[in-house]
C-alpha cells in the first residue's frame, strides 16, 4: 500500500522557470510522524523521482544498448526475434566476519519476438559448505515502443526467484514486478532505471520496493565502462557496481565489475566477471 508524499518530506522546489511541488508514492508506513522506518532514513530514496525528472528533459538519440548491466539492472532493449544469449558468471564475495564464498551461474537470454525476451538463471554458491544450488530467477521483459520514441523507454518486467540464503532453512520465493525505464542522455551514453516491486511468496503479504540505476558509455566498442547503483530499502542493503565491458569477435563479451557494499548489511566487497556469447 501507499500514499502521495511531497518530494522530501514537502519540500517545494526549483524547476526552472517556476516553482512546482513534486510527488512521489511511498509506503504509509514512511509517512506516520516520528515512525523511525528504513524508507525514511534512507538518503538514497530520493534518487528514483530525480532521475526521472532529469531523463525526461533531454533529447533522445537513438542508440541501442541491449545488454543488462553486470549485476542484473535491466534495460530496455530487447533481444530480437529468436536470438539466443549464454552468459556465465563467476563471483567471490566476501562477508562483514571476512569469511569468503563464491558462486558460479549460468544464464541465458532469447528473443520471442523483437519487444518480447524471456531470460532465466542459475545459480550455485560455496563457502564452509560445499557447492550446492543457491538461486533460480525467471524473468520476462516487455517494451511497448521503439527507442526514442517516447519521452522516455518504458518496458515492463516480471521476476520470480526462488533463493537459498544459506546452508540451512527454507528457500525463500519472491515475485518482482518491475519498470523499466531508459534514456540517453547524450549519444551512446545510456541510463537505465528499475523500479521493483518484490511481493513476498506465498502469502504475498509483503510489499517492499528496490530501485537500480545503472549508466553506461559507449553503446558499441571495444571497451565500455558503466556503473550501478542499487538500494533496498526495507533490507537495509545499498550496492554500488563499477564495471568494464571487452567486446571479443563474434559477438562475445566479457565483463568484469567490482560490487561496494555501502551499508553495513551488504556484503562489503563482491568481485564478478562474466562471459556473454550470442547466438
Known sequence: MGCLLPLSLGQVLPSGRSVMRH???????????????????SPFLAVP????????????????????YIDET???????????????????????????????????E?????????????????????????????ETRCRFSEEGRLPV???????????????TGD?????????????DLMRRFNTTLNLDFPIALPDG??????????????????ARYGVELKQHASEHQAVAFPQIWFALPREMTLKF????GLTPQTDPVVARAVFEAEF
Open 49 to 68: 523521482p530525480l532521475v526521472l525528472l532529469l531523463l525526461a528533459r533531454f533529447p533522445a538519440p537513438a542508440s541501442a544498448h541491449r545488454d543488462d
Open 153 to 167: 523507454d518504458l518496458a515492463a518486467s516480471a521476476e520470480y526467484e526462488r533463493e537459498h540464503p544459506g546452508s
Open 171 to 183: 528457500y525463500e520465493q519472491t515475485l518482482t514486478p518491475r519498470i523499466v525505464v531508459s534514456r
Open 257 to 260: 565489475g567490482v560490487g561496494i
Open 110 to 138: 532469447y528473443g520471442i519476438t523483437s519487444r518480447w525476451t524471456i531470460d532465466g538463471a542459475g545459480q550455485w554458491t560455496q563457502d564452509r559448505d560445499p557447492l550446492r544450488f543457491g538461486r533460480l530467477r525467471l
Open 205 to 222: 503479504d509483503h510489499v517492499s520496493f528496490a530501485w537500480a540505476l545503472g549508466a553506461r558509455y559507449p553503446d558499441e566498442g571495444f
Open 23 to 41: 510527488f512521489v508514492v511511498a509506503p504509509v508506513a514512511a509517512a506516520i510522524h516520528g515512525q523511525e522506518t528504513p524508507m525514511r532514513r
Open 74 to 108: 535491466f534495460v530496455y532493449m530487447t533481444l530480437a526475434r529468436n536470438e539466443f544469449e549464454l552468459e556465465l558468471w563467476g563471483e567471490g564475495r566476501s562477508s562483514e566476519d571476512r569469511a569468503s564464498s563464491y558462486w558460479y551461474t549460468s544464464a541465458f
